[in-house]
């Protein structure tokens, strides 16, 4: 069973900090990663994907891979009220059959205060 | 219309009615896909179409079942549903099923069962 494990928070920053999201993941092989933003009581959006180590950046979102520690994370820096949000890790790829299918965890909820 | 559409929003519905929700994808996309999104919970995938051909059916039990008339357009029919079934109901597409075509999701419908 594939897993992905995020801190559910709250996470509470202060505007204009950075905010950081982690995320670890069971299966090794795992090939692909993705962030989504959920909005409460809305749908997840996808705002960054990241496939090799390292770090991969637009605008204030930077997503960080590294596949030897099977970790992954989402930095938003600048913070903003509007950043306020449920973030959700997805993982694809991995051992066994139907590896296209993506895995979500739970969320970290993110509060960033005025 | 752009992006993945969902209707309706909202529905109510007692547990010996039968309902339809409809998904519609504006993208281009070829593959669709059916979540469950419950309280606390990870998102559950429920079904996955490639090219109009069902791929996967995550064990979901059979009074819900799936249509997909074309690469654009994913119903799922309901009836005799139970209070348990009550969640968000979200449609995304992709290109196509691999491990790195980003997902891209609807509004979603939430579902109250009574």
């Known amino acids: 069973q594939k897993e992905v494990e995020q801190n559910s928070g709250p996470l509470s920053v202060p505007e204009g900090a950075i905010a950081s999201l982690n995320c670890t993941y069971s299966?090794?092989?795992?090939?692909?990663f993705f962030w989504y933003r959920q909005y409460s009581g809305k749908s997840p959006e996808l705002i960054m994907s990241?496939?090799?180590?390292g770090d991969k950046e637009d605008g204030r979102f930077t997503a960080q891979l590294n596949k030897a520690s099977q970790y992954v994370s989402l930095l938003i820096r600048d913070s903003q009220p509007s950043d306020s949000a449920t973030y959700l890790c997805?993982?694809?790829?991995?051992?066994?059959?139907?590896?296209?299918?993506?895995?979500f965890g739970k969320g970290t909820l993110l509060t960033v205060n005025p | 219309e752009t992006g993945v559409t969902q209707t309706p929003r909202h529905l109510v519905m007692g547990m010996t009615n039968k309902k339809s929700l409809k998904c519609e994808q504006h993208?281009?996309?070829?593959?669709m896909y059916w979540y469950k999104q419950s309280a606390k919970k990870p998102l559950e995938l429920m079904f996955v179409?490639?090219?109009?051909?069902?791929?996967e059916n995550n064990s979901v039990p059979s009074r819900f079942s799936p249509e997909c008339p074309n690469s654009s357009h994913l119903f799922l029919h309901l009836h005799t549903l139970q209070p348990e079934d009550s969640a968000l109901y979200l449609c995304?597409?992709?290109?196509?099923?691999?491990?790195?075509?980003?997902?891209?999701f609807g509004p979603g419908t939430r579902l109250t069962v009574t």
């Open positions: 995304a597409s992709s290109l196509s099923t691999g491990l790195s075509y980003e997902q891209y």
């Open positions: 299966d090794r092989v795992s090939q692909s």
């Open positions: 990241i496939y090799s180590n």
């Open positions: 997805a993982v694809t790829g991995g051992s066994g059959g139907s590896n296209y299918k993506l895995t």
């Open positions: 993208l281009g996309h070829n593959a």
């Open positions: 179409y490639n090219f109009k051909e069902q791929t």
